[in-house]
């Protein structure tokens, strides 16, 4: 797989060059394919991934997408395309990101979900599942806790016990809060496993247990979201 596959469009991935080292970032980049166990909640292991959504290997891929605008992911304030995850899963599926997009089948509302079956071999993923964030103008943090609230629904609907997780925010170009997106994904995950848990113990569900989630960061942007997983980690776990 190139380099450039690997590096782009990752979950909380760069910004332009001349903003790569803020609050949101560190000023040392993490290396390509380093991962970290940033702890646990329930039994599920919160494992930091610096890889891109077209490149990761789990069962399923989730990735994140503002409603459709024209030419969005190669705007101006979308990242370089070399950088870009969007613009490498569009690569990956031969355009038809965009085609879905383009056309209405996916409109993008927040929370809207669509599933995919990538051609073999176009992807690491065999499934990817894409999760809308509505009117990129109207988005806020909190919304990320509903988002990874039903990545995991729906992950655990499809049978899977891993999943990869991409929010693209900064691919699509919006300078989001890292370490507080991060954490707020890894609370909505787990609100979804323990209302699965609850519907088990009341035989009301047969699904498998979820037993790990990558979280996808950007090489600048790898040790502020594990620093937000880890704070999200230790909030949930005191309750």
């Given at each position: 797989?190139?380099?450039?596959?690997?590096?782009?469009?990752?979950?909380?991935?760069?910004?332009?060059?001349?903003?790569?080292?803020?609050?949101?970032?560190?000023?040392?980049?993490?290396?390509?394919?380093?991962?970290?166990?940033?702890?646990?909640?329930?039994?599920?292991?919160?494992?930091?991934?610096?890889?891109?959504?077209?490149?990761?290997?789990?069962?399923?891929?989730?990735?994140?997408?503002?409603?459709?605008?024209?030419n969005d992911i190669h705007?101006?304030?979308?990242?370089?395309?070399?950088?870009?995850?969007?613009?490498?899963?569009?690569?990956?599926?031969?355009?038809?990101?965009?085609?879905?997009?383009?056309?209405?089948?996916?409109?993008?509302?927040?929370?809207?979900?669509?599933?995919?079956?990538?051609?073999?071999?176009?992807?690491?993923?065999?499934?990817?599942?894409?999760?809308?964030?509505?009117?990129?103008?109207?988005?806020?943090?909190?919304?990320?806790?509903?988002?990874?609230?039903?990545?995991?629904?729906?992950?655990?609907?499809?049978?899977?016990?891993?999943?990869?997780?991409?929010?693209?925010?900064?691919?699509?170009?919006?300078?989001?809060?890292?370490?507080?997106?991060?954490?707020?994904?890894?609370?909505?995950?787990?609100?979804?496993n323990r209302?699965?848990?609850?519907?088990?113990?009341?035989?009301?569900?047969?699904?498998?247990?979820?037993?790990?989630?990558?979280?996808?960061?950007?090489?600048?942007?790898?040790?502020?979201?594990?620093?937000?997983?880890?704070?999200?980690?230790?909030?949930?776990?005191?309750?």
């Open positions: 797989m190139k380099k450039s596959l690997l590096i782009a469009g990752l979950a909380f991935s760069t910004l332009t060059f001349a903003q790569t080292v803020t609050a949101n970032s560190s000023p040392t980049p993490a290396k390509i394919g380093t991962s970290k166990n940033w702890g646990s909640v329930d039994g599920i292991s919160m494992i930091g991934l610096v890889q891109g959504p077209s490149s990761a290997n789990a069962q399923l891929q989730v990735a994140c997408v503002f409603e459709y605008t024209d705007s101006a304030q979308a990242l370089p395309a070399n950088l870009n995850g969007l613009v490498h899963l569009d690569d990956a599926l031969k355009g038809e990101f965009t085609k879905i997009r383009q056309s209405g089948q996916f409109k993008g509302h927040a929370l809207e979900t669509i599933l995919i079956t990538p051609p073999a071999g176009s992807m690491s993923a065999k499934k990817l599942l894409l999760i809308g964030l509505g009117d990129r103008n109207n988005f806020t943090p909190e919304l990320m806790t509903s988002v990874g609230e039903v990545a995991a629904r729906e992950a655990m609907r499809l049978g899977v016990t891993n999943f990869a997780f991409a929010s693209d925010l900064k691919d699509a170009g919006i300078d989001s809060p890292t370490a507080l997106v991060a954490g707020n994904v890894v609370k909505g995950i787990t609100l979804a209302s699965e848990t609850y519907l088990k113990e009341h035989k009301l569900s047969t699904t498998k247990k979820l037993e790990k989630v990558y979280l996808l960061a950007g090489p600048s942007f790898f040790e502020v979201a594990g620093g937000g997983i880890k704070d999200a980690i230790a909030e949930i776990n005191k309750k």
